[in-house]
């Protein structure tokens, strides 16, 4: 089936914002996520966001949908150095099954 | 609690070993997962459990052999592995929901184990 495709890599300064983007494949997801795994450690669901809405803000994150798109961004405000991890983007295709995207990493430095 | 545990963390083994991985969860929750995570890879689904009966099994070979013993525990068997298995191998749980109704229902991941197959 087709992937969840996310970008490769992103690099930012701390400091600045960081835009990691996501194209999901199922429209009728109910439920998309971020998760953050960090190396050699499992994953930390950072937010999530109900597909009847457009946006969503928790603290230094925002996540934007579109539907019509399929496509899902995390913003995370005031990038720190802590930050540095790998992100996935998951959408929930079933009552129990998450599909993961192919995973950004983002590095940020000082 | 909002703690999953795995163990080992590392286990190295040959291809005629018999190992197990363990996973543990004291939140109450009632549907436990096993992911495969390769190197530089997103986690794959392998086995949901729901009130500890086996409700996914995402086409897995019959060397993997999932257990659910009791309702905070999930175990994973490993019999003849090849050595393409190596890889991160991840517990979760969650509430299980309700069939046929989508819910949230967060799943929090245990660290994995690494696992080595020479």
């Known amino acids: 089936g087709e992937d969840v495709e996310q970008s490769l890599f992103l690099s930012v300064r701390e400091g600045d914002s960081s835009v990691i983007n996501c194209t999901y494949t199922?429209?009728?997801?109910?439920?998309l996520y971020w998760y953050k795994q960090e190396p050699g450690a499992g994953l930390q669901l950072l937010t999530y966001?109900?597909?009847?809405?457009d946006m969503k803000q928790d603290q230094r994150l925002t996540v934007l949908l579109n539907k019509k798109d399929k496509h899902l961004s995390l913003r995370i405000a005031d990038t720190q150095t802590g930050d540095s991890a790998i992100y996935f983007c998951?959408?929930?295709?079933?009552?129990?099954?998450?599909?993961f995207g192919t995973g950004t990493r983002l590095l940020v430095s000082p | 609690d909002t703690e999953v545990t795995q163990t080992p963390k590392h286990l190295v083994m040959g291809m005629t070993n018999k190992k197990s991985l363990k996973c543990e969860q004291h939140?109450?929750?009632?549907?436990m997962y096993w992911y495969k995570q390769k190197a530089k890879k997103p986690p794959e689904l392998m086995f949901v459990?729901?009130?500890?009966?086996?409700?996914i099994n995402e086409s897995v070979p019959s060397r993997f052999s999932p257990e659910c013993p009791n309702s905070s525990l999930l175990n994973l068997h490993l019999h003849a592995l090849q050595p393409e298995d190596s890889a991160l191998y991840l517990c979760?749980?969650?509430?299980?929901?309700?069939?046929?109704?989508?819910?949230?229902?967060?799943?929090?991941f245990g660290p994995g184990t690494r696992l080595t197959v020479l």
């Open positions: 199922d429209s009728s997801s109910t439920y």
């Open positions: 979760a749980s969650s509430h299980p929901g309700l069939a046929g109704k989508s819910s949230y229902n967060e799943q929090f």
């Open positions: 998951a959408e929930k295709t079933g009552f129990q099954k998450l599909v």
């Open positions: 459990y729901s009130y500890e009966k086996l409700s």
């Open positions: 966001i109900f597909s009847n809405m």
């Open positions: 939140m109450g929750h009632r549907a």
